[in-house]
């Protein structure tokens, strides 16, 4: 039966979108559940997928995310573009402190964490590369937020902020100053805001447009002292040379979208 | 006019399959014409692509592949999931020599490099992240070729196999002997023959039914003399350290397809 191109694009993107970092092998009918199509449907449409290499089946017949599509998506500039420009940055970082470092950018109003070098010692973290968290709260999201546009603040301010620990700003009449503060100091600290354990310095990453793209952070343990004003300067150093490498050549201060 | 279910299927995946590392960025154009579609059919297609995040649309209008599908890529075991494994182990190497670390799988009758740390002074390598290569050049690659199943030895081996340098093996008579020692010794060593003035040592990782998943290595620059024990044990004891981390406990000797 011949159908609507429309309808199968958005089943074949249904059926992508099915696995999860929780569920990143499912059987058919898993598949099927999950993407919200028929069994026979999910059988000729995963077959063309595995068939190109979007899917791929294991030993046991399950199908995975392929090896083909990783590939493609590889060349995701917002991802990966930024990720091989930043890695010698993050690298440094890592040798220099042998802790948690981070690049996030943001998608609408969450933040996708695309590189985290994990040192083995270090204090955990919640992150996976791949994975969303929200805005308000770690030290990266911080400095994605208050760099946002207008609107994209206010969206994200007139949602019910979840509360991670006691210190989590989740009243937008103590973010925003916080977020102005941000812009205004040029790098975040998130202070036992996500754990009750741990302390993130966040700095922007500047395009070629002087637009904020990215940010990068240091994760540690938290301390009762404030962290040491060498940390930030580790930080906001590695974020410099992030933005030198992605083509930011501008003298002036970082141009938020809303400044 | 409806059209065909596996048409469309078809024509999706030939759009993402249109951008490449030389070509990330597209215009419209340039998008139906690789993808081999009609430029209303690409614009169409496109359009719900960038609806649900499969590709992102930039300032200019061009398209690129997007942020959502790079997170679905993120759930690619084979791709993902190893190099999660394997980051700390890569990290450790390259923290130790400074020099580049690679990680790779095998794709059919080629390579894909899978993650690649490169340090700033090392010795420039041709790789790339989410790149191909060929099996029969590389330290990877040999130690992939070596332990890959007898058909897909065959099938290299049948095909005229590219020189890299005077000391690229292209021969079948040559390359079978170098595969059955680079399995009785359980490393690979590619002595400047891809490039004049780099030597990679190479291992295989294994995974948790005891066969080769992946190949990990050090390239190094090229030097007169043999490389030293301590080098090759470096290599092989991260190897083991990945191999342990993706659940391989065997204490057998590394078991391959061929043996």
């Given at each position: 039966?011949?159908s609507?191109?429309s309808s199968?694009?958005a089943k074949?993107l249904a059926?992508?979108?099915?696995?999860t970092?929780?569920?990143?092998?499912l059987?058919?009918?898993e598949?099927?559940?999950?993407?919200g199509?028929?069994l026979?449907?999910?059988?000729?449409r995963?077959?063309?997928?595995?068939?190109?290499g979007?899917?791929?089946?294991?030993a046991?017949?399950?199908?995975?995310?392929g090896l083909?599509?990783w590939?493609?998506?590889?060349?995701?500039?917002r991802?990966?573009?930024?990720?091989?420009?930043?890695?010698?940055?993050?690298?440094d970082?890592?040798?220099?402190?042998?802790?948690?470092?981070?690049?996030?950018?943001r998608?609408?109003?969450?933040?996708v964490?695309?590189?985290?070098?994990?040192?083995?010692?270090?204090?955990?973290?919640?992150t996976?590369?791949?994975?969303?968290f929200?805005?308000?709260?770690?030290?990266?999201?911080?400095?994605?937020?208050?760099?946002?546009?207008?609107?994209?603040?206010e969206?994200?301010?007139?949602?019910?902020?979840?509360?991670?620990?006691?210190?989590?700003?989740?009243?937008?009449?103590s973010?925003?100053?916080?977020?102005?503060?941000?812009r205004?100091?040029?790098?975040?600290?998130?202070?036992?805001?996500?754990?009750?354990?741990?302390?993130?310095v966040?700095a922007?990453?500047?395009g070629?447009?002087?637009?904020?793209?990215?940010?990068?952070?240091?994760?540690?343990?938290?301390?009762?002292d404030?962290?040491t004003?060498a940390?930030?300067n580790?930080?906001?150093?590695?974020?410099r040379?992030?933005?030198?490498?992605?083509?930011?050549?501008?003298?002036?201060?970082?141009?938020?979208?809303?400044?």
């Amino acid at each position: 039966m011949p159908s609507d191109g429309s309808s199968v694009t958005a089943k074949v993107l249904a059926l992508l979108g099915a696995f999860t970092a929780d569920a990143p092998e499912l059987t058919l009918s898993e598949l099927a559940r999950r993407a919200g199509v028929s069994l026979p449907t999910a059988h000729r449409r995963a077959a063309e997928l595995v068939t190109w290499g979007a899917l791929e089946r294991t030993a046991e017949g399950r199908y995975r995310i392929g090896l083909r599509l990783w590939e493609i998506a590889a060349l995701a500039p917002r991802a990966h573009g930024l990720r091989e420009a930043a890695l010698p940055f993050l690298e440094d970082l890592y040798v220099v402190t042998r802790q948690n470092v981070q690049l996030a950018v943001r998608e609408g109003l969450e933040l996708v964490f695309v590189e985290r070098i994990a040192g083995r010692g270090a204090v955990p973290v919640l992150t996976r590369v791949g994975g969303r968290f929200t805005l308000h709260a770690t030290g990266v999201g911080l400095v994605l937020l208050a760099h946002a546009p207008a609107q994209v603040q206010e969206a994200v301010l007139a949602n019910p902020l979840p509360r991670y620990t006691d210190r989590t700003l989740t009243d937008p009449s103590s973010l925003r100053p916080a977020l102005a503060a941000i812009r205004a100091q040029g790098y975040a600290i998130s202070d036992r805001m996500v754990t009750p354990d741990a302390l993130s310095v966040a700095a922007p990453v500047l395009g070629r447009a002087g637009t904020v793209q990215a940010a990068v952070s240091l994760v540690v343990t938290a301390a009762d002292d404030a962290p040491t004003r060498a940390l930030i300067n580790v930080v906001r150093t590695a974020a410099r040379g992030i933005s030198r490498a992605l083509g930011y050549t501008h003298p002036n201060p970082v141009r938020s979208f809303t400044g």
